[in-house]
């Protein structure tokens, strides 16, 4: 279904970025569904849920 195809496309993703970089890179999965596709994907290394909202938070603290 719909989450399989999510994984599966980070898997092939992840995939493509180690082989740019030369190496392993780190997933963060950030959003609403982020936990749950963490829970089968084992590409995952960690979730923040708020991630992008906590960097705006962070850019609107240092704008004057």
């Known amino acids: 279904g719909v989450l399989g195809g ?6 092939r993703l992840t995939r493509e970025a180690e082989n740019r970089c030369g ?9 609403g ?3 749950t596709v963490a829970a089968v994907s084992d590409r995952i290394d960690s979730v923040v849920p708020h991630l992008v909202l906590e960097g705006l938070r962070r850019l609107d603290d240092e704008t004057p």
């Not at 190496?23 to 959003?31: F, L």
């Open 6 to 11: 999510a994984v599966g496309t980070l898997d």
């Open 23 to 31: 190496g392993q890179v780190r997933v963060i999965a950030t959003g």
């Open 33 to 35: 569904d982020a936990q």
